[in-house]
């Protein structure tokens, strides 16, 4: 099923605004995300796949992920030509919905041992009571919210990871995509 376009960019904006505000932030402005340093467009997508990547090593256990791109967003008021940051959404299914019951706890100890800060924790508002996790990763500069959807069916993991600001190299512009 596709998601329109329009209901992608509501998430991306809810997330970033989310995900942004959290402990991360070492700008003077509380609303402004982090700096995460100087790269392009494409470096930085790469970037946050490779973040994917290691949190999907972090599920520990078999499963399939989506295969979905890396998105480019404006940085909380600064100059879209110049600022920047990614976004990388995907969802994991298990091999084994029962096995998917003790990922959410699993995550909640494995993160702070990878450099990530547990900011969030707990069942949402939903009827479903969806167990959602927010962590940050100042090293990294990328923040990742988790959902998980234990009453879908089948059920399953959501991820969205978000970088801090990028600035592009002079002379570079910002590659959206």
């Known amino acids: 099923m ?8 509501l998430l991306v904006s809810i997330a970033l605004t989310t995900l942004t505000g959290c402990s991360m932030n070492d700008a003077k402005d509380s609303d402004s995300p982090p700096s995460a340093g100087i790269s ?7 970037s946050v796949k490779k ?4 949190l999907y090593d972090l599920i520990g256990i078999k499963g399939e992920a989506s295969n979905s791109g890396a998105g480019v967003s404006d940085c909380g008021g ?10 990388h ?9 029962e096995e998917l019951s003790s990922v959410m706890e699993n ?11 547990v900011v969030e924790y707990g069942p949402d508002s939903s009827k479903n009571k969806n167990v959602r996790l927010t962590a940050d990763n100042e090293a990294k500069k990328h923040s990742v919210k988790i959902w998980h959807y234990a009453k879908r069916n089948p059920p399953k993991l959501s991820l969205m990871v978000v ?3 990028y600035q592009v190299p002079d002379g570079e512009k910002v590659d959206r995509f």
């Open 78 to 87: 600064k100059d879209p030509e110049k600022y920047f940051s990614v976004f």
């Open 163 to 165: 970088s801090g600001c």
């Open 40 to 46: 392009t467009s494409r470096q930085a997508a790469q």
């Open 51 to 54: 973040v994917s990547s290691e």
């Open 89 to 97: 959404p995907w969802s994991f299914t298990p091999a084994s919905p």
């Open 2 to 9: 596709k998601t329109p376009l329009g209901a992608q960019a």
């Open 107 to 117: 995550l909640k100890e494995k993160l702070p041992k990878h450099g990530w800060k």
